[in-house]
């Protein structure tokens, strides 16, 4: 396990702070947290707030949901770069019948949804969501 | 893996495959057990010869509460008491378990062994089934956001759009081309989930069929399927003694990728370039020489993505390439000849098995219905897409063994 769990990333990030781990070998930030950096493979890293900003790279309208997020669809993921160098999938914040090819390379802010928890997600109390919101 | 590793030469026997579809009525085992007796029985070998037992299983414990699957297939068979080992790479499980399975075959450890791999998707429904395969994604940071298996090739269509500046309408223009190819295709093939259905596609209807993750619609995705496959597989000679035409495995790479956001340009997958390297190296074979493909068309953009990574066609040049007939039987090269997973189906653990009897067929001319044979075809290769790129396994096969270096 690294020095941030998934449970303390989350938990910040529901109250608007997005938390990295800046690596002393290379100088590049992970996020989500993993055991190593990302792009170096190094294990000394240390957690520090992000910039909670980032461009959309990717997006989809997601028409069929899963079970268990039946009542959530149809709803809006995207792949947005943070203005940091990581990648982050999460939700955008604008209805589905607006999302166009025009997303992709718009400004967003991130932030964090709390949504209702799924049987099989590991946390069981709450699950919080990457929430993008157009700039 | 070692480059000087000594490896013997291995081939596979008989075959078996499950009619693809809805099976309500078969267990797990009564799937698994109908192809791999139909295996054993086109292997002209005592089952008493096998001595291990390989099956790729992915999601048995959501869909049918079951795991801990192996021991109970090998007992299945009339084999307990040989090594029962499952695999799990989500659609490459028995992709997975083919490589292992050859692997430990070519360094001597077994001689004979069987490889299956099975799965109960439709049986189990579209929203259990879209759970059930998420789970294979990155469970905490793609899978919170919703995100589903169509929705992570969805993103790949767009950003594969924007790379090579192709507008999207444009893309699905020519992803449609894919999915009219692999229906035209599985509804000739007797063993395929939509036979004598979807035949004749016209890209209006993909582009019209109903949307499921933006920009993909139903026609652009395979679909939920039961079914199961098994192969036996043995040292070279002895295959040689048990049946006429033994299809010899020439390379066998695997490879592994984190999440989409940590791959980021998903339209080049590095791990598929490096798995496809390592059985390319293995088999002293390129691109160029394969004249059968059965790839991981697990969505019309999957294909197209997975051509170019193979190395079949330049990067950018794969949404052309199908829209222009060259991935056709008699094309360039023929990809998914059976139909693929658009057409035959995707029973997800079975999906490597399958492909690799797709394979044997082909190489053995006996693919029916015949229209569906590709013309004195000798070199084949498959490929197996697990999770979104987390694994990737390709198999090199061959009517002929290795040649002398």
Not at chain 1, 79 to 89: I, R, S, Y
Not at chain 2, 103 to 129: N, P, Q, W
Not at chain 2, 328 to 349: C, E
Request: with cysteine.
């Amino acid at each position: 396990m690294g020095k941030l769990t998934f449970k303390a990333y989350f938990d910040a990030l529901r109250e608007g702070k997005l938390l990295g781990l800046k690596c002393k070998a290379c100088g590049k930030v992970t996020c989500p947290p993993m055991s190593v950096c990302q792009e170096c493979g190094a294990d000394e890293l240390e957690v520090v707030e992000m910039k909670n900003s980032g461009v959309i790279k990717t997006f989809t309208v997601i028409h069929v949901a899963p079970a268990g997020l039946e009542n959530e669809a149809p709803y809006v993921v995207c792949e947005v770069e943070t203005d940091d160098g990581p990648w982050l999938v999460g939700r955008l914040d604008i209805k589905p019948e607006e999302a166009s090819i025009e997303l992709v390379g718009r400004r967003v802010t991130i932030t964090g949804q709390e949504l209702p928890p799924e049987r099989h997600y590991p946390d069981k109390e709450r699950r919080v969501v990457p929430l993008f919101k157009l700039s | 893996m070692k480059r000087d590793l000594k490896l013997r030469d291995v081939a596979v026997l008989g075959v078996g495959h499950t009619k693809f579809g809805r099976s309500p009525e078969k267990s797990l085992m009564d799937l698994f057990g109908e192809a791999a007796l139909e295996a054993i029985r086109a292997s002209n070998i005592e089952k008493e010869r096998i001595e291990a037992v390989f099956v790729g299983q992915h999601v048995g414990e959501l869909t049918d509460g079951v795991s801990n699957f192996a021991p109970f297939a090998a007992a299945e068979i009339g084999l307990a008491g040989v090594p029962a080992v499952r695999t799990e790479g989500a659609c490459a499980s028995s992709s997975v378990a083919f490589r292992e399975a050859y692997l430990l075959v070519a360094t001597g450890v077994y001689d004979v062994v069987l490889v299956g791999g099975v799965e109960r998707l439709l049986s189990a429904g579209t929203a259990l089934g879209t759970r059930a395969l998420a789970t294979s994604a990155d469970g905490v940071y793609e899978f919170n956001a919703g995100l589903t298996f169509p929705g992570i090739f969805a993103m790949a269509a767009i950003l594969y759009s924007q790379k090579y500046g192709i507008p999207l309408d444009e893309l699905r223009e020519k992803m449609a081309h894919v999915s009219i190819k692999n229906h035209k295709y599985g509804a000739l093939n007797p063993k395929a989930q939509f036979y004598k259905k979807y035949g004749d596609l016209k890209v209006e209807d993909v582009l019209n069929s109903r949307m499921i993750a933006y920009p993909l619609t139903l026609l652009d995705c395979c679909p939920m399927t039961d079914g199961a496959a098994a192969v036996v597989l043995a040292e070279a000679s002895i295959a040689e003694k048990h049946v006429d035409k033994p299809i010899y495995v020439l390379g066998a790479g695997l490879s592994s990728a984190g999440g989409i956001y940590r791959q980021r340009d998903v339209t080049v997958p590095m791990s598929r370039v490096r798995s496809c390297k390592m059985a390319f190296e293995q088999a002293g074979l390129t691109p160029e020489d394969v004249d059968v493909v059965e790839l991981h068309d697990c969505f019309t953009i999957a294909e197209i993505i997975a051509s170019e990574a193979m190395g079949f066609f330049e990067f950018g040049e794969g949404a052309d390439a199908v829209a222009e007939g060259k991935t056709k039987i008699g094309g360039k090269v023929a990809i998914n000849p059976s139909g693929g997973l658009i057409g035959k189906g995707h029973p997800v653990g079975a999906t490597g098995v399958s492909q690799i009897y797709a394979i044997v067929k082909q190489l053995r001319n006996e693919m029916e219905p015949r229209e569906l044979q590709v013309h004195n075809a000798k070199i084949g290769m498959t490929d197996t897409l697990g999770g979104d790129f987390g694994t990737i396994c390709n198999i090199i096969l061959s009517t002929e063994r290795r040649g002398e270096a």
